[in-house]
Every structure is written in C-alpha cells, then in structure tokens.
C-alpha cells in the first residue's frame, strides 16, 4: 500500500482554500481531542509540540505571504454586508 499525502489529495480533489481551511481544521481539531485523553506526560509535549507545527504548517500553507487579511473568496461576502 502506498501512503498519500494530505497535499496529493488536495491535488487529486482540486479542493479551495476553504475546504483546505476546513479540512486543515477538522485534522487540527481532531489531534487536539487526542491530546486531551493522552496521561504520558513526555507523549503529551511531543503531541502538543506536533499539534503546533501541523497548525503552524497548515497556516503557512494557506496564507499568501504578506496576507494577514487574508480569507478564502467565499467568505467574504459571508455576513451578507458585501
């Protein structure tokens, strides 16, 4: 069996950004509900230090660089005032 990264699948999907973003989320939110049940406390920093960099990784992934007001086009118009 060959493993796939999460980036072949995006390519294979043709996913947008938000539903990148909202995977991104979903795969975050998921390693955080694992780290909550962890006891070992050195597991629990390598989580917790994996947890960041996934988090960390997955913004530097999505945000165009010098884009710190950057969402995805479908949501800009998200609160109807657009």
């Given at each position: 069996m060959?493993?796939?990264t ?7 999907l043709r996913l947008?950004p938000l ?12 390693l ?14 390598e989580k917790t230090?994996?947890?960041h960099?996934f988090v960390l ?5 999505l945000?165009?660089?010098?884009g710190a007001?950057?969402i995805p086009v ?7 005032s657009?």
């Amino acid at each position: 069996m060959t493993d796939v990264t999460a980036e072949q699948v995006v390519e294979e999907l043709r996913l947008t950004p938000l539903q990148v973003l909202t995977v991104r989320s979903l795969q975050a939110h998921m390693l955080a509900s694992d780290l909550e049940t962890e006891r070992n406390d050195r597991i629990f920093e390598e989580k917790t230090s994996n947890l960041h960099r996934f988090v960390l990784q997955s913004v530097a992934d999505l945000v165009p660089v010098g884009g710190a007001g950057w969402i995805p086009v479908e949501l800009e118009t998200f609160d109807g005032s657009s």
